[in-house]
């Protein structure tokens, strides 16, 4: 069975980080483009970060560049979202998904993903 499991999110105070973590069984992660998403209370999901399926490629949305990283670690078949510098409206649960992707490149259309994970909450407060 394929399934994906993110893990990490949390409760953390304005300015810090969190570490998402995207892991895979009963498929290889390299052989997909992965997304992150997330969506807040009442709102769209929106895409937040992908890296394509040779790692060379990746993207970041306009509120999240430069604070955000997406990396793959393929020996332990995860893919990770560094977050620094939270704010409020990072607020949400956070998505990971596996889709296939014509290399190098990725998507951050949710209607490109195959596989999605359970998602994990993330909460940026004081």
């Known amino acids: 069975q394929v399934h994906l499991v993110e893990s990490g999110g949390g409760l953390v105070q304005p300015g810090g980080s969190l570490r998402l973590s995207c892991a895979a069984s009963?498929?290889?992660?390299?052989?997909?483009?992965i997304g992150w998403f997330r969506q807040a209370p009442g709102k769209e999901r929106e895409g937040v970060s992908c890296i394509g399926r040779g790692g060379d490629i990746t993207y970041y949305a306009d509120s999240v560049k430069g604070r955000f990283t997406i990396s793959r670690d393929s020996a332990r078949n995860t893919v990770y979202l560094q977050m620094n510098s939270l704010k409020p409206e990072d607020t949400g649960v956070y998505y990971c998904?596996?889709?296939?992707?014509?290399?190098?490149?990725?998507?951050?259309?949710?209607?490109?993903?195959?596989?999605w994970g359970q998602g994990t909450q993330v909460t940026v407060s004081s």
């Open positions: 998904a596996a889709g296939p992707s014509t290399y190098p490149y990725c998507s951050v259309y949710g209607t490109d993903y195959d596989y």
């Open positions: 009963g498929f290889t992660l390299d052989a997909y483009a």
